[in-house]
């Protein structure tokens, strides 16, 4: 099946009038109907199965998507007859709701993940179907149709889409997709830029992108499968290039014309970037490495336009996030090392930049935030990671990778040295700053708890100040991050046994701050388990100070009762680890204490 006008039948199924098969074409401009695709015996219920309440279900799925469908066409014939006017774009919008996830659900549906599966869906919408060729072919016009005409409409637009990106995102759907013409014409379309998909937002055009990489990697040939690739990315790599290597390209960057072109270059990698799999990373790894070098070139040149920096980043983000984790040794010290360089140019363009207008909306500060998840995808490397040099780079150079000196810590704290100065407490107050800032310095203390004493004097007091701030004042989804960051800590202390460093220093102070907040403070209980791995630890390193803090805290009770009760409940937290050390059972039997401590006299000594 190759173009639209091959589609010469479609199932009558699909225009089910309550358990009626109808004849009627959902398709005009003269499209011939086959006879019914499936007998109405078909639908009948069958003794020998066994399971006749699954039939009445059937035909109710059935009667909604003819039902949706019928709306559809409506709709596609009012366009073509130039009444989009009376049209509801909310209406289209869920009508693109309805068909993307019922493409998801039942259209092309793998049997091998389903212990019983209704037949007559499957024998319409099933693999080698004339009703699944059928269907492919209509929502693809559908899709074309849509954003033809709502361009204008980013909503619509956007659930178009992805309805796209459900039809190739399985390859079994793809192979049906590709073989359309007019999916062809939607490539070369949105590859020249032409009207309207060019005037359709970024972040659909993102989207469109990621749509239809997505395609170029179903079944086809050799040959055409070169051909596909020629016109999807390579007008994209031509015009960037073009654009970038004008001599005059600093005098006229900042023109309406070339910004937009770079713009819609940066969106496409993101695009690219998010169409990822493991089956085909290496391809497009290989693709888009060459452009991070132009991407940082560009840092310098739009320096003092955000939004463009802020996608310039974006892109290394969505490289990193989608990536990361498929890449062998040398591939992701290629990109260790073009991230590094991106950092070494942002901090040399913030130098000295200050982050004090606290009336600034958050938005202003979202290259902050980019930078910080860009780190913390890198760091998911180190606990992520499905690499398979022998599979997903077959006949590739790996190279020896132990030659190069940059590694995801370098990068991650090279970051991590300009992420801190720049965050204040004024900058906390914007939860999604805050919330990513917490799980990146979460993150590198559980990864790399070696390199937090390593830290210049100033940045390391500025990260023991951030934790107490989390533990203290901010949220308690942020508490419970800060207090995963101290178990490692802690346990690095006790592993090099070096009782005057900062570090250690440090720990002494969070004793008593996780006491403080277990004993004497409301605190959620699901921080329970958090807090009491982090006072374990500190417990095991400072086993005097805190047999101070009990005393203490039991000296100043004049309640007998009271005294008693807490007296009986910490002999009987301390007899489960006495003496404390990093043994695993006599945490967990720590941890088991400390919850019948906490319900026990929890609620005694808690500040209000």
Not at 243 to 250: D, G, K, L, Y
Not at 352 to 360: I, L, P, Q, Y
């Amino acid at each position: 099946m190759t173009g639209s006008s091959s589609r010469t039948s479609w199932p009558a199924l699909a225009c089910w009038d309550g358990l009626r098969p109808t004849t009627a074409s959902l398709c005009s401009r003269g499209r011939p109907c086959c006879q019914v695709l499936l007998s109405l015996r078909l639908f009948e219920p069958c003794v020998c199965l066994n399971v006749p309440c699954l039939w009445p279900l059937t035909f109710l799925c059935l009667q909604l998507l003819s039902a949706v469908l019928r709306t559809s066409e409506v709709e596609s014939r009012a366009t073509r007859a130039s009444l989009t006017g009376l049209l509801s774009p909310q209406m289209g919008k869920d009508i693109m709701w309805f068909l993307r996830r019922w493409a998801k659900t039942y259209l092309l549906v793998d049997d091998k993940l389903y212990s019983q599966i209704s037949i007559p869906l499957s024998t319409a919408f099933g693999a080698d179907t004339e009703g699944a060729q059928w269907i492919v072919g209509y929502l693809l016009e559908k899709v074309i149709n849509n954003l033809s005409v709502w361009s204008s409409e980013p909503d619509l637009a956007n659930d178009t889409v992805e309805l796209l990106v459900t039809l190739v995102e399985r390859r079994e759907r793809a192979n049906l997709v590709v073989q359309c013409e007019s999916w062809w014409n939607l490539a070369k379309q949105f590859a020249s830029r032409s009207p309207p998909l060019h005037l359709l937002s970024s972040s659909v055009q993102r989207s469109l992108m990621k749509a239809l990489v997505m395609g170029g990697f179903a079944h086809m040939d050799t040959d055409t499968k070169q051909q596909y690739w020629s016109e999807v990315l390579q007008p994209l790599q031509q015009r960037f290039l073009n654009v970038i290597n004008q001599e005059n390209f600093q005098q006229i960057c900042q023109e309406e014309e070339v910004k937009r072109e770079i713009v819609a270059t940066l969106e496409a990698l993101c695009g690219i970037a998010e169409a990822t799999q493991i089956d085909n990373v290496a391809a497009l790894f290989s693709f888009l490495v060459d452009f991070l070098s132009n991407c940082i070139g560009l840092m310098e040149v739009y320096r003092n336009t955000p939004e463009t920096v802020n996608l310039i980043i974006e892109v290394f983000v969505e490289v990193a996030h989608k990536q990361i984790c498929y890449l062998g040794e040398s591939k992701s010290m290629k990109l260790y090392e073009a991230c590094l360089t991106l950092l070494q140019v942002y901090s040399k363009n913030n130098l000295g930049r200050k982050r004090v207008d606290v009336t600034a909306e958050e938005d202003q500060y979202q290259d902050l935030l980019l930078i910080m998840e860009l780190l913390t995808n890198l760091l998911s490397k180190e606990f992520i990671d499905f690499s398979d040099t022998d599979e997903v780079f077959r006949g590739q150079d790996q190279g020896p990778g132990a030659g190069h000196s940059v590694s995801a810590a370098d990068v991650v704290l090279y970051g991590v040295n300009i992420v801190l100065p720049l965050m204040s407490q004024d900058l906390l107050k914007f939860p999604s700053l805050c919330n990513q800032y917490y799980k990146l310095i979460t993150f590198i203390c559980e990864i790399f708890p070696e390199k937090i004493p390593q830290l210049p004097e100033d940045l390391f007091k500025s990260l023991m100040y951030s934790l107490e701030l989390g533990m203290t004042s901010m949220s308690s989804e942020v508490s419970q991050l800060c207090l995963e960051a101290l178990t490692p800590l802690a346990e690095q202390c006790a592993k090099t046994q070096e009782t005057d460093t900062p570090l250690f220093i440090a720990t002494r102070h969070f004793l008593k701050l996780v006491f403080d907040m277990l004993v004497l403070q409301k605190h959620n209980m699901e921080m329970t388990v958090a807090a009491g791995e982090a006072l374990y630890t500190l417990v095991c390193l400072h086993q005097a100070e805190y047999s101070e803090l009990v005393e203490s805290l039991l000296s100043n009770q004049r309640d007998a009762v009271i005294y008693q009760r807490l007296a009986d409940a910490f002999n009987k937290l301390s007899a489960s680890s006495t003496p404390p050390t990093m043994d695993r059972k006599q945490k967990v039997a720590f941890l088991k204490s400390l919850e019948e401590f906490v319900a026990n006299v929890g609620g005694l000594l808690c500040v209000k």
